[in-house]
């Protein structure tokens, strides 16, 4: 869905050549999806990797010119819980 959204930003019109290469390069290195954020043009992304991936994808961002700033949730997310 994130590489479905950038494609739609992308025709809007606020991806620039930079946030372009980024996410090419990210999507390229293993990672799940990549896309812009924020209001584009600032050259803000953000890609989504799998753990075994991770550096892969920071070094392909960063051949092409970006600065990794990596992040990581501390959610625990959802769960099923059984009640008795």
């Not at 494609?7 to 930079?18: A, F, P």
């Not at 290469?21 to 924020?38: C, E, I, V, W």
């Not at 050259?43 to 753990?51: G, R, S």
Request: hydrophobic letters at 40%.
């Amino acid at each position: 869905m994130m590489n479905i959204n950038e494609g739609l930003l992308s025709s809007y019109g606020v991806e620039t050549d930079k946030l372009a290469a980024m996410n090419y390069a990210a999507r390229n290195a293993g990672a799940y999806g990549a896309k812009l954020s924020g209001a584009g043009g600032g050259d803000c992304m953000i890609a989504l990797a799998p753990t075994a991936k991770k550096k892969t994808v920071e070094k392909a961002i960063a051949s092409v010119g970006g600065e990794v700033i990596s992040v990581k949730t501390n959610a625990e997310g959802v769960r099923v819980e059984k009640s008795f």
